[in-house]
């Protein structure tokens, strides 16, 4: 497959573990001009990069992945979509995080990379035109139940749901394995979210089609995790960092907060990663996922002061109180001590934190999630995160049912209008810090 030299740039950086600044300055140009290369195909800046610097960082990837000369600072890595090695294969299921190595999580983002122009609404693809999807929803969601949809929609397939317990045969007493088996049936994949952990693999093992962890109880949420290192990686693009090495802040509900307990796992495949997890004594991580990630040499310190924290972290990631899980936690006096909002991070962080949240936050008085003074401040990574779960989601659907390959030639122009920027306060998020009146 001929990549999309957007696609090329991102996947050859994430390979050779450079930042734009350091792979320009490797093949000899401006950075600049790389990030001209960079920026999508309808940006009026936007320019084709010439022929001989993609053969000459194929030639690095090369030697990158024999492990010769040209692979310092390199992680071995496929460079085309054949020979990828993925997570999960044709018709398995994605239950954890754990199924993940950083390479194939990275493939993963190259293919989520190929499906940004469907998510930006200016290609359509039909590849899953005929294939339906069952989103099987016994708890809330807003973003995933529709992100999953949308995704499954926009690269042609039809979607079917069912949402609570109430109006589902569960209601009647149906077993989880008499649910699983009927609705595959119905569907060529089913996404699952579920109150009690583990009940999403009760549900895996009773189908042979693939099946997704939308979220079960307080034990994890994948694809969640992989929205959220694929949003922390082009967030880092943009600023000029790398993953290995970063300070993240995880704050709020650390001990129900599946999306968090994924995410640390996920990120503890990078290298020398540092850990700040702030939380009410009550609500602390795990005890076994902070041994794993310690045991894989990383700096873990739980604090529960935020003063502490934040100073000098690269991404502050923060979480609602899970409410709905709590078991007689004494938390309501400890939470205006947690609170992220624009006083905190002017006070504390440096100006290139990001700061991200799973959401949904909770915008009650007297929740004391994340603020909403910060909205409109380009620090606030939140809405970028979310629509990155359209292109991470895809990605997901394209391996599962065995159409990655098929993505590329399957696309054509999209015939309708769309916005500029999705929201009041968004600013172009491929807005590669170009210097000029963007
Ligand atoms: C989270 C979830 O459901 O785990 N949201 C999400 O899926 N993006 C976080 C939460 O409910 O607090």
């Keep these: 497959m001929n990549l999309p030299q957007q696609v090329f740039l991102r996947d050859a950086m994430r390979t050779l573990n ?20 960079l920026l999508p195909d309808e940006s009026g800046e936007f320019r084709a990069m010439p022929e001989m610097a ?21 992680t071995p890595a496929a460079t085309t979509t054949t020979s990828i090695p993925t997570a999960f294969g044709r018709l398995s299921h994605l239950l954890s995080v754990d199924q993940f ?26 590849v899953l035109e005929g294939a339906v999807l069952a989103n099987l929803f016994f708890e809330a969601s807003t973003r995933t139940r529709l992100s999953f949809a949308s995704a499954f929609m926009r690269l042609g397939g039809s979607v079917s749901d069912t949402t609570g317990f109430t109006y589902s045969s569960m209601a009647k007493g149906e077993s989880i394995a008499d649910t699983s088996r009927t609705v595959s049936g119905y ?6 979210r579920h109150p009690e952990q583990g009940s999403v693999a009760q ?37 000029g960092k790398l993953v290995d090495g970063a300070h993240i802040v995880i704050t709020g509900d650390l001990k129900y907060g599946r999306t968090a307990h994924s995410l640390i796992k996920l990120l503890s495949l990078y290298r020398h990663m540092r850990f700040t997890l702030v939380s009410p004594p009550s609500l602390e991580m795990p005890s076994e996922i902070v041994e794993l ?27 609602r109180i899970q409410r709905e899980r709590l078991t007689g936690e004494k938390i309501d006096d400890f939470l205006a001590a947690f609170e992220i909002n624009k006083k905190a991070i002017d006070q504390h962080c440096r100006p290139d934190v990001i700061v991200m949240h799973p959401l949904p936050r909770d915008s009650r008085p007297g929740a004391h999630d ?32 065995g159409v990655e390959g098929l993505i590329q030639r399957s696309l054509r122009d999209a015939l309708w209008a769309v916005p500029a920027t999705l929201g009041p306060n968004d600013f172009p998020v491929d807005d590669l810090d170009l210097p000029s009146g963007r």
């Design 54 to 74: 993609r053969r000459f960082i194929s030639e690095i990837l090369a030697a990158s992945a024999s492990g010769g000369p040209a692979s310092a600072q390199a």
């Design 18 to 37: 450079l930042t734009r600044e350091s792979l320009s300055q490797r093949i000899g140009c401006t950075k600049r001009a790389l990030d001209t290369w």
């Design 187 to 192: 569907a060529d994949v089913i996404v699952v």
């Design 101 to 126: 190595s950083r390479d194939t999580a990275e493939r993963l983002f190259m293919l989520a990379d190929v499906m940004q122009p469907i998510a930006r609404r200016r290609k359509v693809s039909r």
């Design 370 to 401: 994340l603020h909403t003074d910060l909205d409109g401040d380009a620090r606030l990574a939140i809405f970028r995160q979310t629509d990155n779960g359209v292109p991470v989601r895809m990605a997901i659907f394209a391996t599962l049912l």
């Design 203 to 239: 549900f895996a093992a009773a189908t042979h089609v693939p099946l997704i962890n939308g979220g079960d109880g307080a034990g994890e949420h994948p694809t969640q995790a992989l929205i959220d290192l694929y949003t922390v990686q082009r967030e880092f693009s943009r600023l």
């Design 293 to 319: 990630i310690a045991a894989r040499g990383h700096i873990v310190t739980p604090t529960d002061s935020l003063a502490h924290a934040l100073p000098d972290a690269d991404v502050i990631y923060t979480t």
